[in-house]
């Protein structure tokens, strides 16, 4: 039995299975039926699913086996260059999506100790991936998508700070803000890349480094430009109809706006509201976002990107984690219906290969869906959804008892508050 195939064992007999659920060998399908479980088991779950998610990048880092052991999987357009990309993509994506709920306080519960090994992995790792002699060095300094996944490296400092970027020592941080500063000589695509860029250099002042100004300006005035109405950003020039402004545009420009606010010397970007224009935006997109998860733990399949799988919904989550969703939606029905995705994506292994990577696809091995510009590492975005376990398993979110969501409550004719549009 393979080490990553322990671990799994391990963490099924720590966590157990929801109610009602049996161990699935391949696609478990759509149940109609399934007992309603508790916050704790709910919660069990995620931690099981997010660590079978994370687990090969972070171990195989730790070990400076990443690039030996991941596939390089990709769809037939494929239009990068595979090895200068994946790797970081991989990393920054499940930085991102793993930080808040590394950020939490060791404890001695089964949970604490799993999630104990795997920060102490990820800090071993990412000192690797800053080391020009490690195997599993990353590359910032050629290709343009190093802005991208560079940005969710970014975030992750920004989500966890003292579980993540404090703990490196001084040559490793050294190393990591040079390839954030490498980064200046490219451009990326005219849409939510500007964002990208905007929260590197965002972090870089947050840590007190020289940053570029008119690279955080740009993406703060485009943003405001792009602004559709309703919550909805354009991503570009033109409207876009997929999960771009939960992949990236909301959770990355709330969290950049907010930490422009800190009062640092120089240029001052926002102005007084910025920040609650921006978090109200957020909310409300959570509520589309909540709203479209039908009854049965489906969600629509379109757009470019849907390999991101469970990335969609980021944007959800954080509102979940800033504990600002609105008084019409409850912690538990956000519980609840996110729970019911994850079963449906990940109980089952139809989205992992034998040696527990993701598969290129939405839910199952279909590599047709994949873009040009998605490869293995591109898949590690279904991190980001998994967002609320950042909060402590004694919050609300995880011990009120289990309630329907909205799609659910409206198709089995229970009161349901009357959606519109707002005007921020």
């Known amino acids: 039995m393979t080490g990553y195939k322990q671990i799994i064992l391990a963490t099924a007999l720590i966590t157990g299975c929801l109610p009602g ?32 998610i994370a687990y ?8 400076g086996t990443l690039k030996k052991n991941m596939p390089l999987e990709q769809g037939s357009n494929y239009n990068l260059v595979v090895k200068d990309v994946t790797y970081l993509e991989a990393v920054g994506r499940t930085a991102a999506g793993i930080a808040p709920w590394l950020a939490l306080p060791d404890d001695h519960t089964d949970e604490g ?66 390839a954030f500063k490498s980064l200046r000589n ?87 509201g910025d920040y609650e224009t921006v978090l109200k935006r957020m909310v409300r997109h959570a509520e589309f976002l909540e709203r479209i998860i039908a009854p049965d733990g489906t969600y629509p399949a379109f757009g470019r990107s849907v390999t991101y799988r469970t990335g969609a919904f980021q944007a959800l989550g954080q509102v979940a984690l800033l504990e600002k969703l609105p008084e019409h939606i409850q912690p538990a029905q956000v519980r609840c219906a996110l729970t019911r995705v994850f079963y449906n994506m990940f109980a089952g292994n139809q989205n992992f290969d034998a040696n ?41 979110f995880w011990t009120d008892e289990p309630a329907d969501w909205t799609s659910k409550k409206a198709w089995n004719g229970q009161p349901v508050k009357k959606d519109y549009k707002v005007e921020y």
């Open 21 to 52: 659920i049996r161990a699935q060998k391949s696609n478990p399908g759509i149940q109609e039926k399934m007992s309603p479980a508790t916050g704790q088991q709910d919660r069990a779950f995620w931690v099981k699913t997010l660590y079978k």
């Open 56 to 63: 090969p990048v972070v171990h195989n880092l730790a070990q």
């Open 113 to 178: 100790r799993l999630r104990a090994k795997m920060r102490t992995e990820f800090l071993q790792g990412l000192k690797n991936a800053a080391d020009p002699q490690n195997p599993d060095y990353l590359n910032f300094e050629k290709q343009a998508q190093p802005i991208v996944d560079a940005a969710y490296l970014a975030h992750a400092f920004l989500r966890a700070p003292k579980a993540l970027w404090e703990p490196l020592d001084t040559v490793t941080k050294q190393r990591y803000i040079r």
């Open 186 to 272: 490219r451009n990326g695509a005219y849409n939510n890349w500007l964002v990208f860029a905007g929260l590197t250099e965002g972090f870089l002042r947050h840590i007190g480094e020289d940053y570029d100004p008119a690279r955080v300006d740009f993406a703060l005035n485009k943003m405001k430009e792009w602004y559709a109405g309703d919550s909805w950003y354009k991503d570009g020039d033109l409207f876009s109809m997929d999960y771009y402004n939960s992949y990236v545009i909301h959770p990355m420009l709330t969290d950049l706006v907010k930490t422009l606010e800190e009062k640092r010397p120089g240029k001052m970007h926002v102005s007084p």
């Open 356 to 396: 527990g990577w993701l598969v290129l696809g939405f839910n199952g091995h279909q590599p047709m869906m994949a873009d040009v510009y998605t490869s293995t590492g591109s898949l590690y975005m279904a991190t980001l959804g998994f967002l609320p376990l950042g909060l402590p398993a004694d919050n609300a």
